[in-house]
């Protein structure tokens, strides 16, 4: 009789864990790729980003699994993301951080500062009136402050780095000519259900193309809005 309990509660565990891992696993399927997908190049310092995400335990394809996911909300209203690596001249320059997509001129709400490196990471919990409190702690966990910011709705905010090139957005059509600055992807293997954030840190047209000048991990409380069409237009009606 124990035995066969055993036997039953293994099956059900195996079954419980195979759905789970469908799920995750089927996740990046249920949200679009871009289209087309950015043809990427190895930059100055001959570090791929595929070869960057290789390094951090990934198995996914850089070419052909770019997802088209340019806006995020937070249901849970608390999250943690961390910077994985930079590999970028302006590293200690390149700020990143979060922006509501609802304004025409978004304010930028500051996670990672220059400063930032490798292992950092954060927590970000969203409470009524639109309030956010990020608080950032460096690679050995030694806590670093915190900061309010208002107006930013866990509903539908977005990423951007600014540095000695400029401020870029993971809304493309805020950029200059509409191109991508931050590459998404869906994590694998251990990472799965998290997502990672790629960014470019000069203008597309000008750049190496690489997308390895900086990298963070998103962890499973992020979730993606769906992507709307943005154009210019659009973007100077929010100031009627």
């Known amino acids: 009789m124990r035995m066969a309990t055993a036997i039953r509660g293994a099956l059900m565990t195996a079954g419980i864990t195979g759905v789970l891992a469908c799920v995750l696993t089927s996740a990046a399927g249920a949200y679009p790729l871009r ?3 950015v043809p990427l190049q190895t930059g100055w310092d001959n ?13 996914l394809n850089t070419l052909t699994d770019q997802l088209d996911l340019q806006a995020w909300n937070v249901p849970s209203g608390s999250a943690s993301l961390s910077l994985r690596m930079e590999i ?20 930028l709400c500051l996670v990672f500062p220059g400063a930032a490196a490798a292992g ?20 050995n966990n030694v806590f670093q402050g915190s900061t309010n ?20 957005y993971s809304q493309d059509y805020r950029n200059a000519g509409g191109h991508p600055q931050i590459l998404t992807y869906a994590g694998t ?9 790629c960014f470019e840190d000069l203008p597309y047209e000008s750049s190496d193309v690489d997308f390895q000048d900086a990298i963070m991990l998103l962890d499973s409380s992020f979730l993606p809005t769906p992507t709307r069409n943005g154009t210019w237009g659009a973007l100077k009606a929010l100031y009627r």
């Not at 970028?88 to 990143?96: D, F, M, T």
């Open 120 to 139: 950092w990471y954060a927590t970000c919990v969203f409470s009524s009136g639109n309030h956010l409190v990020v608080s950032l702690y460096d690679n």
């Open 35 to 37: 289209n087309p997908q």
């Open 47 to 59: 570090i791929s980003l595929q070869s960057a995400l290789n390094s951090l335990g990934e198995t």
């Open 149 to 168: 910011y208002s107006n930013i709705s866990s509903t539908s905010f977005g990423f951007y780095l600014q540095g000695p090139a400029g401020t870029f």
């Open 189 to 197: 293997g251990t990472n799965a259900g998290k997502w990672w954030e």
């Open 88 to 107: 970028a001249g302006n590293a200690s320059s390149n700020n990143i951080g979060v922006y509501s997509t609802s304004d025409a001129t978004p304010a």
